[in-house]
């Protein structure tokens, strides 16, 4: 019997292949990996009724705690291990694959799309991309090396913005009890704020223990594409500099003001409680600009061929400059 990995695509149930419904249907037993990323435009049952087969939720716990379940069923009937995009581009699944391998059972790859093809529709070319990086909600930067490094070589860089479809509050972990949060999904004004807040650390790190070094990205001078909805008849891409594609976002000096007036007046809450409110706000905001999740990011690199920063340049958002620092700081011609 096999265990068959297939990709579902980016967007809906329409997007799997031939091979790969062909491969589902011949299943005795069906698995969604469910936290590396979603379906953002199906659920379960559209999945399931176009299969023609029960669909079993494969969480984190599942795949990493029980994988051994999933490759015992391979003895009894084929088994399909479904994940949205490629199924090889997380670590978790290449794992299944080798200790599937390991117990002797036979395993089939179906591939498909994913953000790492869909990348082109930018404009930038695929061989033009150094290291993916994924930004997580944790205040950690160990990412911002890898940036650093592709900008090094020219290299552009494709950034995910973090998911948090399962995740449990610290007092919940603390008290045992198995609730989980409404799902996350780190978006473009987010990420652009972690991606400048640990460049300006990062430069003045370094300044405090030698010369000061210039940032390793610019709000003003780092030309990005945002990549939102890929694959969708909604997709969105909207090109600019960092801080032109941030202020998108942002709230006008009139709804500042107001919302700040709004704040100060209810002096019955609490800081938590107005934190949390200004944080929906920047989310409906982020939605009103760039749609709904998923979004990612992408950080040019200076080896930008004149062609790319042209056919990129389609996308660029109202008042952008992009064509100036293409041409000033990337050293683009017109």
Same mark, same amino acid.
Do not use: K, V
């Given at each position: 019997m096999v265990l068959y990995i297939i990709g579902l695509g980016l967007a809906d149930e329409k997007d799997i292949t031939l091979r790969g419904l062909e491969a589902i249907r011949s /299943? /005795? &037993?069906v698995y969604l990996e469910a936290y590396t990323s979603i379906l953002m435009l199906s659920n379960t049952s559209a999945l399931e009724k176009l299969w023609g087969k029960p669909v079993i939720m494969a969480h984190r716990e599942t795949v990493? #705690?029980?994988?051994?379940d999933i490759i015992r069923d391979c003895k009894d009937g084929n088994v399909s291990f479904c994940v949205v995009g490629d199924p090889l581009s997380a670590t978790t699944h290449t794992d299944l694959? #080798? &200790?599937a391998k390991a117990s002797g059972a036979t395993v089939r790859v179906v591939h498909n799309a994913s953000i790492m093809t869909a990348i082109a529709s930018s404009g930038l070319q695929p061989y033009n991309f150094g290291q993916t990086v994924s930004v997580p909600f944790a205040q950690v930067d160990s990412w911002l090396? &890898?940036?650093a490094e592709n900008l090094q070589h020219g290299m552009h860089t494709l950034v995910l913005g973090d998911i948090k479809v399962r995740e449990q509050s610290e007092e919940d972990m603390a &008290?045992?009890?198995q609730r989980y949060q409404p799902p996350r999904y780190m978006l473009i004004p987010q990420l652009i704020e972690k991606l400048l807040s640990a460049s300006e650390a990062h430069s003045q790190g370094l300044a405090k223990s030698s010369l000061p070094v210039a940032p390793i990205l610019s709000?003003?001078?780092t030309l990005a594409v945002a990549l939102c909805r890929m694959g969708a008849e909604s997709e969105g891409i909207y090109a600019g500099t960092l801080a032109e594609l941030h202020a998108l976002a942002a709230a006008t000096p009139e709804e500042a003001r107001a919302e700040e007036e709004a704040d100060d007046a209810d002096e #019955?809450? /609490?800081?938590?409680? #107005?934190d949390k409110r200004r944080a929906q706000r920047a989310e409906e905001r982020a939605h009103t600009a760039f749609g709904a999740p998923l979004h990612s990011l992408v950080i040019v690199g200076s080896r930008i061929h004149d062609m790319e920063a042209r056919y990129a340049g389609q996308y660029k958002v109202t008042g952008s400059r992009w064509d100036d620092v293409a041409r000033e700081v990337y050293g683009c011609r017109d």
């Open positions: /299943s /005795s &037993r990493e #705690l029980e994988a051994d694959i #080798l &200790r090396p &890898r940036i &008290r045992g009890i709000a003003q001078n #019955l809450a /609490s800081e938590a409680e #107005l």
